[in-house]
């Protein structure tokens, strides 16, 4: 494992009690900070934190409910004075169905989730990083929304909302010291494929050139690079993590 500088820094992981989210939390301790686990599963966080050991922490957040993230942005604050980096990793499929038969709830439930709970985490924690005087927000979107993928039009508009979100915050952050960055996955083997259809999954193994799924490890890696002072000069940019399948 290459080391990172993270030293003296701490990040707030959304969706950090499983999946990318834990594995991103890995490699910022391992890269000398600490985290804070943000999941609307309290119980599960609370699992995971004590599994990342002392450094890590964690507050009980519905990212889809603009009063629990300003209520997680000030315990957060409480405890750790400050927030260095923020990676929006919280997601989830919906079903795998044709557009004119999507249930109008889930469509609801994937946006609030992907779109609107990720909004909802800048907007509190942005002028957080702004009074500091430094940032790093990193948002996982997912190479659906560069593509979009057949009987997944929620969560490819979605991800292609996320990609969008990155460039304008980007480009209105571009005078401070707070970069704002996303990453764009292809499939990665985690809990979420549970949320899948199995003829989803091996479609999306279908369209990989390098015939495997990444690993949450290599997700991991970009974005703990994008969350050090070292990415300085890349903002309201977009990084691959396809394997070979986007090339653009």
């Known amino acids: 494992m290459n080391l990172l500088d993270f030293q003296a820094r701490h990040a707030v992981v959304i969706g950090g009690a499983g999946g990318l989210g834990f594995a991103i939390a890995q490699r910022l301790l391992a890269s000398g900070g600490r985290v804070t686990l943000w999941d609307?599963?309290?119980?599960?966080?609370?699992?995971?934190?004590?599994q990342l050991g002392a450094a890590?922490?964690?507050?009980?957040?519905d990212v889809a409910d603009a009063e629990s993230v300003r209520a997680g942005v000030a315990a957060t604050v409480a405890r750790e004075t400050k927030i260095d980096a923020l990676v929006n990793s919280a997601g989830i499929t919906g079903p795998n169905t044709k557009l004119w038969e999507y249930p109008v709830d889930a469509w609801r439930q994937v946006m609030?989730?992907?779109?609107?709970?990720?909004?909802?985490c800048c907007r509190e924690v942005v002028p957080v990083m702004?009074?500091?005087?430094?940032?790093?927000?990193?948002?996982?979107?997912?190479?659906?929304?560069?593509?979009?993928?057949?009987?997944?039009?929620?969560?490819?508009?979605?991800?292609?909302?996320?990609?969008?979100?990155?460039?304008?915050?980007?480009?209105?952050?571009?005078d401070t010291e707070v970069r704002v960055n996303c990453v764009t996955p292809a499939a990665v083997e985690t809990a979420i494929f549970e949320q899948m259809a199995q003829a989803h999954i091996q479609f999306m193994l279908s369209k990989i050139p390098m015939g495997r799924f990444?690993?949450?490890?290599?997700?991991?890696?970009?974005?703990?690079?994008?969350?050090?002072?070292?990415?300085?000069?890349?903002?309201?940019?977009?990084?691959d993590l396809s394997g070979g399948r986007s090339t653009y």
Do not use: Q
């Open 40 to 50: 609307r599963d309290a119980a599960a966080a609370e699992t995971a934190a004590r």
């Open 56 to 61: 890590a922490g964690f507050v009980m957040v």
């Open 214 to 239: 990444g690993t949450p490890a290599e997700v991991a890696a970009m974005v703990g690079w994008l969350c050090t002072h070292e990415c300085s000069f890349s903002t309201g940019a977009v990084f």
């Open 130 to 174: 702004r009074a500091a005087g430094y940032g790093r927000i990193v948002n996982i979107a997912s190479v659906a929304g560069k593509d979009g993928n057949p009987n997944a039009s929620a969560y490819s508009a979605s991800k292609a909302a996320v990609i969008a979100l990155t460039k304008s915050l980007g480009k209105e952050l571009a």
């Open 112 to 120: 609030e989730v992907n779109l609107n709970g990720l909004f909802l």
